[in-house]
């Protein structure tokens, strides 16, 4: 899911409510989250929460990833549509540019009918404070 290899995955359990943490070694000021699924493993629903260290997890943001197998990227309204047109194959969601040391992603709604959620590419982006 980190290392740019088309061949290696991270898959759920079966079920719902999956999730992902991530605790960074410093503060980051997150801009972009890029994420790519299985086609027919997605999820229909993801939430974003975050926090610093010793504070509890704040929702962040929900965003509705679509059922493809091809990368999406958040952006930021502010950003306008360029990011759009750097990257015409790729499709785009809305998040929220936020300070944090730990990042939860809540997989819920999976397409697959058991629940199971698998990714290909997972990448936070943003600058470290």
């Known amino acids: 899911m980190f290392d740019a290899s088309e061949e290696t995955c991270w898959n759920s359990d079966q079920g719902s409510s999956q999730w992902v943490m991530l605790e960074f070694p410093q503060t980051v000021k997150v801009s972009q989250l890029q994420i790519q699924f299985q086609g027919g493993f997605a999820s229909q629903l ?51 540019e936020t300070m944090l040391d730990k990042l939860k992603i809540t997989f819920e709604n999976s397409t697959d009918f058991f629940g199971r959620i698998i990714v290909y590419h997972l990448s936070v982006l943003g600058e470290k404070l």
């Open 46 to 96: 993801c939430t974003l929460e975050g926090g610093r260290k010793g504070e509890e997890l704040v929702k962040i943001s929900d965003f509705y990833p679509e059922d493809i197998n091809a990368l999406q990227i958040s952006f930021h309204s502010h950003w306008g549509l360029g990011l759009l047109s750097v990257c015409a194959t790729c499709h785009s969601f809305r998040t929220e």
